[in-house]
C-alpha cells in the first residue's frame, strides 16, 4: 500500500488479556520500528526489524512484550497480561534507507481498564 | 546515549507572525535530524531532515529548520504561522556512527504549537 498501516486503530483490553497489534510496512522496507507513546509524551522506541530479524529489543519495557516479522514484512506486537500502564498509542514505522527517514502509520490506541 | 530537548511544551503565535519551536540535541557524532508533526488521533507526518550539506533545510508546509552545530541546536521555524499548522510537534535525532540501537529515532517531548486567528 501507499502507507504503514496498523490495525486495530483502537484496542480495549481487560487487565490481563493478551493482545495483538499488527503493522504492515510499505513494501520493500526492510526496517521496521515499534514505538510506544503515552499520553503527552514524545514516542519511546520499543523495538527494531531489518527485514525478519530482531536485531534490537532494547526497548521493550518487560518480558509480556514480545514482537515478531517472521517473513521480513508484517509485524505483530504482543502484549501478555496487559497491565494499565500499558495503556498508550503504540505507534510501527518503516524506512527504507535511514537517510530517507522513517514513515509512521497512524498508530493502535491501546487502553488497558 | 543521544537525546533531545524541546524546552517548550506550548507555543502561542498569531496568524501570519513567524514562529519558532526549540529542539536542542545531545549525540556523540554528528546528527541526523528530524522534524514530525503530530494532529490529533493520527501517526507522525514527516516534515523535513537534515543529514548533511546546507544547515537550512526546507521542509514541507513551508517550514525551515537550521542546523547550528555550535549550539546543537535544530529549530523549526516557519516565516507565516497558519492557523491549520496548530498541532504537536516533535524533533527527533539519530546518531549515525553509534553502535546498537543506533538505528532508532530518538524524540523530544514535543512542543504543541497553537496558531490563535
Known amino acids: 500500500g501507499a502507507g504503514v498501516s496498523q490495525s486495530p486503530r483502537y484496542k480495549v483490553a481487560k487487565r490481563g488479556q493478551d493482545v495483538a497489534l499488527r503493522c504492515d510496512p510499505i513494501s520493500g522496507h526492510v526496517s521496521l520500528f515499534w514505538y510506544q507513546q503515552a499520553l503527552g509524551q514524545g514516542p519511546e522506541f520499543l523495538t527494531y526489524?531489518?527485514?525478519?530479524?530482531?536485531?534490537?529489543k532494547s526497548g521493550l519495557p518487560s518480558d509480556r512484550f514480545f514482537a515478531e516479522r517472521p517473513e521480513g514484512s508484517v509485524s505483530t506486537l504482543k502484549i501478555q497480561r496487559t497491565q494499565q500502564e500499558d495503556s498508550a498509542v503504540y505507534l510501527c514505522?518503516?524506512?527504507?534507507?535511514?537517510?530517507?527517514?522513517?514513515?509512521f502509520g497512524s498508530g493502535t490506541r491501546l487502553t488497558v481498564v | 546515549a543521544q537525546s533531545v530537548a524541546q524546552p517548550e511544551d506550548q507555543v502561542n503565535v498569531a496568524e501570519g507572525n513567524p514562529l519558532t519551536v526549540k529542539c536542542t540535541y545531545s549525540?556523540?557524532?554528528?546528527?541526523?535530524l528530524f522534524w514530525y508533526v503530530q494532529y490529533p488521533n493520527r501517526g507522525l507526518q514527516f516534515l523535513l531532515k537534515?543529514?548533511?550539506?546546507?544547515?537550512l533545510v526546507k521542509g514541507s508546509y513551508g517550514f525551515e529548520a537550521e542546523f547550528n552545530k555550535s549550539q546543537t541546536s535544530f529549530h523549526l521555524k516557519k516565516p507565516s504561522a497558519l492557523v491549520s499548522d496548530s498541532a504537536l510537534y516533535f524533533c527527533?535525532?539519530?546518531?549515525?556512527?553509534?553502535?546498537?540501537?543506533?538505528?532508532?529515532?530518538?524524540f523530544g517531548s514535543g512542543t504543541q504549537l497553537t496558531v490563535l486567528p
Open positions: 526489524f531489518q527485514n525478519e530479524a530482531q536485531l534490537d
Open positions: 537534515y543529514i548533511t550539506g546546507d544547515n
Open positions: 514505522a518503516s524506512s527504507l534507507s535511514m537517510d530517507y527517514g522513517y514513515t
Open positions: 549525540v556523540s557524532g554528528n546528527p541526523y
Open positions: 527527533a535525532v539519530r546518531d549515525p556512527i553509534s553502535s546498537g540501537s543506533a538505528r532508532q529515532l530518538t
